[in-house]
């Protein structure tokens, strides 16, 4: 049996921390110069910094992994999805389209801003998109288990 080494692909989304990060540093500065009429006090400061954290743990960071059995993808606070080689009955590329939503049968995860996602199509016909930029080096991927998968 031919064994492929695994595949890992972890993302920081930078903006968002950034983002938060700035706005927050914003907060500080507007607290200690008590801005505005109503300036903001210790507890929202702190109400934000425990938000902030929150978001920031649970986009802040992507990963996709494909090994022999499964392709995880994970957050660093979600339950990772595992989807098992085994289970999959075909992998294919497509454009993202922003204006459709999920629907019970279709689970969509990403959060880079790219037009390209991964659909995993599931022999129970649920189907699973990834987004990434990186889509074709994913499916190229799951299809090399698919193959020795399907041939044991």
Sequence with gaps: MEKYPTYKRTKVNWWIIILLGGFYICMIVSYIH??????????GLVIFAIINIVVILCVGRIK???????????TDVWIPVKIIIMQIKN????????KE?????IDRY???FTRKMVCIQLKNRKAVHIVT????????EIDKRMLIANNN
């Design 34 to 43: 008590q801005w505005g009429n109503s300036p903001i006090d210790k507890a």
């Design 101 to 105: 939503t999920s629907t019970a049968k």
């Design 64 to 74: 996709v992994i494909v090994d022999d059995k499964f392709v995880v993808y994970r």
């Design 91 to 98: 992998v294919s590329l497509a454009k993202v389209n922003f």
């Design 133 to 140: 930029k990186d889509a074709e080096q994913i499916k190229e």
């Design 110 to 112: 990403g959060l880079e």
